[in-house]
């Protein structure tokens, strides 16, 4: 689809959202002409010609009719799915943000030291919060100096190392709330091109890494029913494509790991205090995405800007609530991907796949 389709797609979809199906204006609408004033019903009758023949009236009385009843039920879909992603929690999200004082709260960030990493580093400590930034990175230059930062090189992919900067962060800053892990990497290249280190290295980093982070800090948010855990997934966790089998099928993982420890918070150990985020990313513009830019922006695929991630994970974080982020929102609709039927989603992957290959 090229770029000029996909706004177009974009922009009706928001047209039919926003006006079609916002129940305000069509039971406004409907009241006005079968319960409205006889005068305004006389006015709307002279202006629309539509409205003086009573078959014509009916039909458009039963669109509204049909129109109101869904956008109650988008409306009421929205809510279901808002408070089943945060726990299922009642209570107002005011209520919520008096349990978090963000000038004592402790984020760690992993791969903070650059890309989307650092620009969440930065709009946390903006918000005055403290950040312990994981990475193998060095501090870059415009992170240094800051009193709410403190940098642990650290290899994610190692328990050992992981569990030991764990503790030298209780020791130096205290018990994290919150854990971004953010870290991630890429490469375009076929499955019988995958040497097997680079196969281990990118399962160890995107996935394998949520395991030991999450088992390093987890236990101290259970244990005070406060906490949340930012997993950075990808649009991708919906859409295996060729080219990026191996990254696709990390960020499917990571999805999966997600709704996991959502199920295991609920029931096994009753902590619904402890958040969880899953943000699901278009192609942002990235060093990992260097090797097929070219070819995504010749067959019409969006690049985001990582600012725009990082400003939607500060922002989700700020909420005190969790959910499931898409970027752009307009992306969600990439969930209904499986599904559909089987032809229609070849056809969607094909396009990408295609691009990618052609790097």
Request: glycine share 8%; hydrophobic share 45%; aromatic share 6%.
């Amino acid at each position: 689809m090229s770029a000029t389709a996909q706004r177009l797609s974009n922009l009706i979809s928001l047209s039919f959202s926003h006006i079609a199906l916002n129940p305000v204006l069509s039971g406004a609408l409907l009241w006005v002409l079968t319960k409205g004033p006889t005068q305004v019903r006389a006015r709307l009758a002279s202006r629309f010609a539509a409205l003086r023949d009573s078959g014509r009236l009916e039909q458009i009385t039963k669109a509204l009719r049909l129109l109101l009843a869904l956008g109650l039920l988008r409306n009421v879909n929205g809510y279901l799915n808002k408070i089943a992603l945060n726990a299922w929690r009642l209570k107002p999200l005011i209520g919520e943000k008096k349990k978090w004082n963000w000038s004592e709260e402790i984020a760690v960030v992993t791969g903070g030291c650059s890309g989307i990493g650092e620009l969440i580093v930065r709009g946390l400590v903006k918000k005055g919060l403290r950040v312990a930034i994981l990475d193998i990175q060095e501090l870059p230059p415009e992170l240094q100096g800051y009193a709410n930062i403190k940098f642990f090189a650290c290899d994610i992919t190692d328990p050992t190392a992981v569990n030991t900067t764990a503790e030298r962060i209780r020791a130096m800053m205290g018990s994290p709330s919150i854990l971004v892990n953010n870290a991630g990497i890429a490469q375009a290249h076929t499955i019988l091109d995958t040497s097997d280190e680079w196969l281990r290295k990118i399962f160890d980093i995107n996935l394998l890494s949520n395991f030991t982070t999450v088992k390093a800090f987890l236990p101290d948010m259970i244990a005070k029913n406060k906490g949340h855990i930012v997993s950075v997934a990808s649009a991708s966790s919906y859409l295996g494509i060729a080219g990026m089998v191996d990254y696709t099928a990390t960020k499917a993982g990571v999805l999966s790991f997600h709704e996991g420890l959502n199920q295991e918070l609920k029931h096994r150990y009753n902590a619904r205090g402890v958040l969880t985020t899953s943000v699901h990313p278009s192609w942002v513009r990235t060093p990992l995405i260097q090797t097929w830019e070219k070819a995504l922006k010749a067959t019409g695929n969006a690049l985001i800007e990582p600012q725009d991630v990082a400003d939607v994970i500060v922002k989700q974080i700020i909420s005190a609530s969790g959910g499931q982020i898409f970027v752009p929102h307009t992306l969600s609709k990439v969930a209904l991907l499986r599904g559909l039927p089987h032809w229609l989603q070849e056809l969607l992957r094909d396009g990408t796949s295609k691009a990618v290959l052609r790097q």
